[in-house]
């Protein structure tokens, strides 16, 4: 399987006064193209730092992605460190000329050298076309590995991915086809789910790995599958996807990779009923869900206490979070009043020490409980 690394070059991202979400795009893109990320760095703009990151990025794959350091200013070292990496020169691209050119008439601006700079770059360098900017792309076949070299601009860099460099990958490689299938679960533990389902995990073949993602108070299981044949694969994971399913079903809220409060929303938008919350404990996380999903504020009632919904006419929820009560537990009351049923569910809730997660666990589990019962309607 082939192997790839990306490197992003920049002060501004390791004084953190920007986000590198140029890497988190790029990984999940590479992957789902059939190649797998071992090596992911983020230098400074410096000759010495940049140098030190090819030699560790080239030794350890063979496809090389960097992101930034493109631009015409002195602090953009990507193109001559690169020129000088590969014992080459620079010299002006007629067509990355053109464009530029073409591109700043457009926007009623004149070419000064400085900006004629970006279109040099060295000879070995295939251009790869930025539509959308001035900064083009290079892409490097030295020594039987692959580097490409694209602007920092994310906007940018996403157009020339899609443009340019993923259709001379596929062409230039023979890839693996790498699928994905999903389990998102909430108030399990990991080490429970794990136990449930050893005796299932050891009967996976060696192209599927199950990776365990906890975090927030949902595990999210994520099977996956790497092979040649796209469609063998598919079945397989189906296989292993149906027997994995009833040892853990009980927990599941989705088999897509979402969030609890998109699953409810998804259910609760066919018939959109009143929310009425009670809500004495999650500090307002249950109510920034809810609206984060989509759910408009005017089908949203806040009140003081349960009781305030008692005479609200059908079709309604009510979600009651208590504080905590003596014997340490927390009660979460959900009611559901719709198409002429009523649907009642009670949970006591072990608080988690920490606030912050016991507030959030809360929200969650007001949510499941909200998705069952829409899903028995």
């Given at each position: 399987?082939?192997?790839?690394?990306?490197?992003?070059?920049?002060?501004?991202?390791?004084?953190?006064?920007?986000?590198?979400?140029?890497?988190?795009?790029?990984?999940?893109?590479?992957?789902?193209?059939?190649?797998?990320?071992?090596?992911?760095?983020?230098?400074?703009?410096?000759?010495?730092?940049?140098?030190?990151?090819?030699?560790?990025?080239?030794?350890?794959?063979?496809?090389?992605?960097?992101?930034?350091?493109?631009?015409?200013?002195?602090?953009?070292?990507?193109?001559?460190?690169?020129?000088?990496?590969?014992?080459?020169?620079?010299?002006?691209?007629?067509?990355?000329?053109?464009?530029?050119?073409?591109?700043?008439?457009?926007?009623?601006?004149?070419?000064?050298?400085?900006?004629?700079?970006?279109?040099?770059?060295?000879?070995?360098?295939?251009?790869?076309?930025?539509?959308?900017?001035?900064?083009?792309?290079?892409?490097?076949?030295?020594?039987?590995?692959?580097?490409?070299?694209?602007?920092?601009?994310?906007?940018?860099?996403?157009?020339?991915?899609?443009?340019?460099?993923?259709?001379?990958?596929?062409?230039?490689?023979?890839?693996?086809?790498?699928?994905?299938?999903?389990?998102?679960?909430?108030?399990?533990?990991?080490?429970?789910?794990?136990?449930?389902?050893?005796?299932?995990?050891?009967?996976?073949?060696?192209?599927?790995?199950?990776?365990?993602?906890?975090?927030?108070?949902?595990?999210?299981?994520?099977?996956?599958?790497?092979?040649?044949?796209?469609?063998?694969l598919k079945k397989l994971l189906e296989t292993y996807?149906?027997?994995?399913?009833?040892?853990?079903?009980?927990?599941?809220?989705?088999?897509?990779?979402?969030?609890?409060?998109?699953?409810?929303?998804?259910?609760?938008?066919?018939?959109?009923?009143?929310?009425?919350?009670?809500?004495?404990?999650?500090?307002?996380?249950?109510?920034?869900?809810?609206?984060?999903?989509?759910?408009?504020?005017?089908?949203?009632?806040?009140?003081?206490?349960?009781?305030?919904?008692?005479?609200?006419?059908?079709?309604?929820?009510?979600?009651?979070?208590?504080?905590?009560?003596?014997?340490?537990?927390?009660?979460?009351?959900?009611?559901?009043?719709?198409?002429?049923?009523?649907?009642?569910?009670?949970?006591?809730?072990?608080?988690?020490?920490?606030?912050?997660?016991?507030?959030?666990?809360?929200?969650?589990?007001?949510?499941?409980?909200?998705?069952?019962?829409?899903?028995?309607?």
């Open positions: 399987m082939h192997k790839a690394s990306i490197l992003t070059i920049g002060d501004e991202i390791l004084l953190g006064q920007i986000q590198d979400t140029n890497s988190t795009w790029l990984s999940q893109t590479i992957s789902d193209l059939g190649v797998e990320v071992v090596v992911k760095l983020t230098v400074a703009d410096s000759r010495e730092a940049i140098l030190d990151a090819l030699h560790i990025c080239l030794e350890r794959s063979d496809i090389l992605i960097i992101t930034g350091g493109l631009g015409p200013t002195k602090d953009d070292l990507t193109k001559p460190i690169l020129a000088e990496w590969f014992d080459d020169t620079l010299e002006i691209r007629k067509e990355a000329l053109e464009h530029i050119e073409s591109l700043l008439q457009k926007r009623g601006r004149i070419t000064n050298e400085l900006i004629r700079k970006q279109a040099e770059l060295p000879t070995k360098a295939e251009y790869l076309h930025n539509a959308v900017g001035t900064a083009p792309g290079m892409w490097f076949f030295e020594k039987g590995k692959i580097t490409i070299a694209l602007p920092g601009v994310p906007y940018e860099m996403k157009q020339l991915v899609q443009d340019q460099a993923i259709p001379r990958l596929q062409k230039a490689l023979v890839l693996d086809s790498i699928q994905h299938r999903f389990f998102r679960t909430i108030g399990v533990p990991e080490t429970f789910l794990a136990h449930a389902i050893n005796a299932w995990e050891q009967t996976l073949p060696t192209n599927l790995k199950l990776a365990y993602l906890p975090g927030g108070g949902q595990v999210k299981l994520r099977l996956t599958g790497k092979g040649k044949d796209a469609q063998q996807s149906n027997t994995l399913m009833p040892l853990i079903q009980a927990h599941v809220y989705s088999t897509e990779d979402v969030g609890i409060e998109t699953v409810f929303f998804q259910l609760w938008s066919i018939d959109r009923p009143d929310i009425y919350l009670s809500d004495r404990s999650t500090n307002g996380r249950l109510l920034q869900l809810l609206v984060s999903a989509g759910i408009p504020v005017e089908k949203l009632k806040l009140t003081t206490n349960s009781n305030e919904a008692e005479n609200v006419s059908v079709p309604c929820f009510k979600f009651d979070i208590g504080e905590i009560e003596s014997g340490e537990s927390q009660r979460i009351t959900v009611k559901l009043m719709l198409h002429n049923k009523i649907l009642q569910e009670t949970i006591d809730h072990r608080p988690f020490p920490k606030i912050e997660i016991n507030q959030n666990m809360l929200s969650l589990l007001t949510l499941n409980i909200a998705r069952r019962q829409l899903m028995s309607i």
